[in-house]
């Protein structure tokens, strides 16, 4: 059991992000197992689910003649076009079906302002509305999180950024992620979160 103040942060491990989903991410399934395995050995698990108005900005479906995988300035800052996913109250937006929900305290959703996207569980990508996330963390006395999830090169590494410079410890755990990689996004993710303090185990 590792002690009181780490906990585990689950990242949208969502319907549409494991095969058969709108925004599948290769493998995505892989993860439940070893996830619900590492549950049992935190006092605080977080998860969290993405959870889209039906028309978000992040869509690609919302700006007509744009590609999906496209990216699109918006005022906070470049963001990247995203097939439809994990609609609010939908199949997709559900948790995996074998992913263990009991053992979470709290489940954090984001993305549910629809002209602003959030891959990270603690801002929004403006990266100045919070969740609350940070918030709950300190109350609960946490010092140090691991991370795991979908994807790796989103909102995984989006998360742990922003975690490490609020101060926690972060660590991710590889074999409990699965990526997107586009463009070279997940060798992106690693750099810049890795110099930011997050160890990748
Ligand atoms: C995610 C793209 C769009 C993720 C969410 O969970 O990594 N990626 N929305
Ligand atoms: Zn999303």
New binding site residues.
Partial sequence: MHPKTHALLV??V?ND?CPGGN?A?AGGDQVVARINSLMSEFHTVVL?Q?W?PADHS?FAESHPGAAAFSILEMPYGPQ?L?PK??IQGSAGAAFHQDLRTDPAQIIIRK?FRAAV???SAFFENDHTTATGLEGYLRDRGIEKLTLV????????A?SALDAARLGFGVTILQDACRA?DLDDSLAQAKQQTSTAGVIWA
């Fill in positions: 990242i949208d969502q992000f925004l991410v969290t993405d889209h992040s990247v995203w996913h994990c993305g996207d959030s891959y999830g979908l994807a790796t090169d989103f909102c995984v989006y997107i």
